[in-house]
Nanobody, 127 residues
Framework: VQLQASGGGLVQAGGSLRLSCAPSGFRFDGYAMGWFRQAPGKEREGVSCIRFSDSKTYYANSVKGRFTISSDIARNTVYLQMNSLKPEDTAVYYC?????????????????????WGKGTLVTVSS
């Protein structure tokens, strides 16, 4: 299983980016996928997750109202639309496939059962 994330880059505060994640060797139907991020010197945090059984979405409080997670089943791809970006959103973003979403923290639920991680993509938001 490989998860290929793309779409990171440099953007000014207030701008937008869209991240994509396309797993290979894995169909995400029946599972959950989402994003974690880790900023320099900070702990990893869950950002968002989508549960494919019912398309329910979850978000960390820090991104609610600004980020939107979505999926394209036909393309087997998950997207994270990030709007109104802030310098504090600067981080490496990781795409993760898991068995469930963490309804409290907003990201994929890891450490319980299956979870797969992709290589990160860097998002830099300048002030």
């Amino acid at each position: 299983v490989q998860l290929q994330a793309s779409g990171g880059g440099l953007v000014q505060a207030g701008g937008s980016l869209r991240l994509s994640c396309a797993p290979s060797g894995f169909r995400f139907d029946g599972y959950a996928m989402g994003w974690f991020r880790q900023a320099p010197g900070k702990e990893r945090e869950g950002v968002s997750c989508i549960r494919f059984s019912d398309s329910k979405t979850y978000y960390a409080n820090s991104v609610k109202g600004r980020f939107t997670i979505s999926s394209d089943i036909a393309r087997n791809t998950v997207y994270l639309q990030m709007n109104s970006l802030k310098p504090e959103d600067t981080a490496v973003y990781y795409c993760v496939a898991a068995e469930a979403c963490d309804s409290e923290l907003g990201g994929p639920q890891t450490g319980y059962g299956m979870d797969y991680w992709g290589k990160g993509t860097l998002v830099t938001v300048s002030s």
